[in-house]
């Protein structure tokens, strides 16, 4: 029989890396950074042949909910679900579980970030399919890993273990962002696969593991899942939700759960190459319009702009949408430029533009972020 699934896109986050062009009011899910459908409408285009959109709920904040409700308009209203606080990911997921074990706790659910981009949607669609059979046999929990093409320091890695089947591979643990060197060691010891963020379990497995691993805020999300629907449910939310430990699924859930070993976590990793990229920087959006030709001259620049000229120029990413742009001499550099603001910076810089929002804050230029 098949699986009832029920997807949760995590669209909460205000994409810091990608300022000037996202905002808080405009992060860098609603935007269409790749084409002309912004990345949380391709999050659910991608997710369309498995479920329904009845089916599916996304977790934001109030300043995208009415955006993301207009883009995503066959989504019920009450299934997008907006934060009162930021609580990183274990909360969001956490809920997601209390509210649809409630109303189906058979159900398997896929944890999906909003960010994502996927070049081969057919592979990842298969790799789904078999996480969702797997999830639905039972207590286990599935979380899709990446070989890694480079030892990437921005990303957490998944140590894994024994085959349990074509395509299935036991989780020894999880390890968060590595230096250069331990993420070279994990790249050459070939069993190690980058973390998607991408998590498939029932809703009463997840619920039981929130229970379990985070016994003090379990009863809070359960007391948020138990008012939805009700005229008190904003109070509630808002009352509780600031009270939950602001922490990540993987550090919270995940990791205890390896350290039972791997015999009996029950987690379980399916190595995927579907053309993944989490678009974390202006650096990653450069690689992948790259890697995909898209508005890239021979000289590897990627410029969105109405016309271009690169003169000993190589490798370098400029957004200007309204103008002609001239490169003279200049390699790998990142260019944005919006209405208020110009980021320059370099490719190998693009991780730390996040620190721009926050010097902006500080210096109390919050109309600018």
Same mark, same amino acid.
């Given at each position: 029989?098949?699986?009832?699934?029920?997807?949760?896109?995590?669209?909460?986050?205000?994409?810091?890396?990608?300022?000037?062009?996202?905002?808080?009011?405009?992060?860098?899910?609603?935007?269409?950074?790749?084409?002309?459908?912004?990345?949380?409408?391709?999050?659910?285009?991608?997710?369309?042949?498995?479920?329904?959109?009845?089916?599916?709920?996304?977790?934001?904040?109030?300043?995208?909910?009415?955006?993301?409700?207009?883009?995503?308009?066959?989504?019920?209203?009450?299934?997008?679900?907006?934060?009162?606080?930021?609580?990183?990911?274990?909360?969001?997921?956490?809920?997601?579980?209390?509210?649809?074990?409630?109303?189906?706790?058979?159900?398997?659910?896929?944890?999906?970030?909003?960010?994502?981009?996927?070049?081969?949607?057919?592979?990842?669609?298969?790799?789904? *399919?078999? %996480?969702? =059979?797997?999830?639905? !046999? +039972?207590?286990?929990?599935?979380?899709? /890993? &990446?070989?890694?093409?480079? #030892?990437?320091?921005?990303?957490?890695?998944?140590?894994?273990?024994?085959?349990?089947?074509?395509?299935?591979?036991?989780?020894?643990?999880?390890?968060?962002?590595?230096?250069? *060197?331990? %993420?070279? =060691?994990?790249?050459? !010891? +070939?069993?190690?696969?980058?973390?998607? /963020? &991408?998590?498939?379990?029932? #809703?009463?497995?997840?619920?039981?593991?929130?229970?379990?691993?985070?016994?003090?805020?379990?009863?809070?999300?359960?007391?948020?899942?138990?008012?939805?629907?009700?005229?008190?449910?904003?109070?509630?939310?808002?009352?509780?939700?600031?009270?939950?430990?602001?922490?990540?699924?993987?550090?919270?859930?995940?990791?205890?759960?390896?350290?039972?070993?791997?015999?009996?976590?029950?987690?379980?990793?399916?190595?995927?190459?579907?053309?993944?990229?989490?678009?974390?920087?202006?650096?990653?959006?450069?690689?992948?319009?790259?890697?995909?030709?898209?508005?890239?001259?021979?000289?590897?620049?990627?410029?969105?702009?109405?016309?271009?000229?690169?003169?000993?120029?190589?490798?370098?990413?400029?957004?200007?949408?309204?103008?002609?742009?001239?490169?003279?001499?200049?390699?790998?550099?990142?260019?944005?430029?919006?209405?208020?603001?110009?980021?320059?910076?370099?490719?190998?810089?693009?991780?730390?533009?996040?620190?721009?929002?926050?010097?902006?804050?500080?210096?109390?230029?919050?109309?600018?972020?």
């Amino acid at each position: 029989m098949k699986a009832d699934f029920r997807p949760i896109i995590l669209a909460g986050g205000s994409g810091t890396r990608f300022w000037p062009r996202s905002r808080k009011a405009r992060a860098k899910q609603v935007l269409a950074l790749d084409g002309e459908r912004t990345m949380i409408q391709r999050t659910m285009d991608r997710l369309a042949p498995l479920a329904q959109p009845e089916d599916f709920w996304v977790i934001t904040n109030d300043l995208l909910s009415g955006t993301i409700c207009g883009q995503l308009e066959e989504v019920p209203e009450e299934q997008v679900v907006c934060e009162p606080a930021a609580r990183n990911t274990a909360p969001a997921a956490g809920l997601g579980a209390f509210l649809l074990e409630r109303l189906a706790p058979d159900a398997v659910l896929g944890m999906f970030p909003a960010d994502h981009v996927i070049s081969d949607e057919p592979a990842f669609i298969a790799t789904i *399919e078999k %996480a969702i =059979e797997l999830a639905g !046999a +039972g207590e286990n929990m599935v979380v899709l /890993g &990446i070989k890694p093409t480079r #030892a990437e320091t921005g990303y957490g890695y998944i140590e894994t273990g024994e085959a349990t089947g074509e395509g299935v591979l036991r989780v020894r643990r999880f390890t968060e962002k590595p230096n250069q *060197e331990r %993420a070279e =060691e994990f790249v050459a !010891a +070939g069993n190690y696969h980058w973390n998607s /963020g &991408i998590f498939i379990w029932s #809703a009463k497995t997840l619920a039981n593991a929130v229970r379990e691993h985070l016994p003090e805020m379990a009863p809070l999300l359960e007391q948020i899942a138990a008012a939805h629907g009700t005229p008190e449910f904003s109070k509630v939310f808002a009352e509780l939700y600031p009270k939950c430990e602001n922490i990540s699924v993987d550090y919270a859930i995940l990791e205890p759960r390896s350290a039972k070993g791997e015999q009996r976590s029950n987690l379980f990793c399916i190595p995927a190459s579907f053309g993944w990229n989490d678009l974390g920087s202006w650096a990653a959006l450069y690689e992948h319009q790259h890697d995909l030709r898209a508005n890239t001259d021979e000289h590897g620049n990627v410029t969105e702009c109405t016309g271009r000229v690169a003169l000993d120029a190589r490798g370098n990413y400029v957004f200007s949408p309204k103008k002609l742009v001239a490169m003279v001499g200049v390699s790998d550099l990142v260019v944005v430029e919006t209405d208020d603001a110009l980021l320059i910076t370099t490719r190998n810089h693009s991780q730390e533009v996040g620190k721009v929002v926050k010097e902006l804050i500080e210096s109390g230029r919050k109309d600018l972020v």
